[in-house]
């Protein structure tokens, strides 16, 4: 069953403190819903980790709600440009 693209993807730099020091990591995040104002999205693993007729609902718990515009100004949790979720 092949997925559908329905978005732009998502990308988000997370920082993490490990003992060898200070590691920042690109994460990507798919599209998974959308409505007029909104795209609802997932991280990559999780969107490759469900499938099945039971999908939408077991992706329901990990999706995070991101507006279309405004992308440019204020933070927001995913970025659809890199350069703009690093400079975040």
Known sequence: MEKIK?????????????PKGLEVTCKKY???GETDQCWYIVDEFHNNLFGG?????????YRKRVLKDGGEHGRRFAYTDKSLALRS
Not at 6 to 18: I, T
Not at 53 to 61: A, P
């Open 6 to 18: 329905l978005g732009p993807d998502h990308y988000r730099y997370v920082d993490e403190l490990d």
């Open 30 to 32: 798919v599209v998974i």
């Open 53 to 61: 007729s039971q999908r939408e609902s077991l992706l329901k718990q």
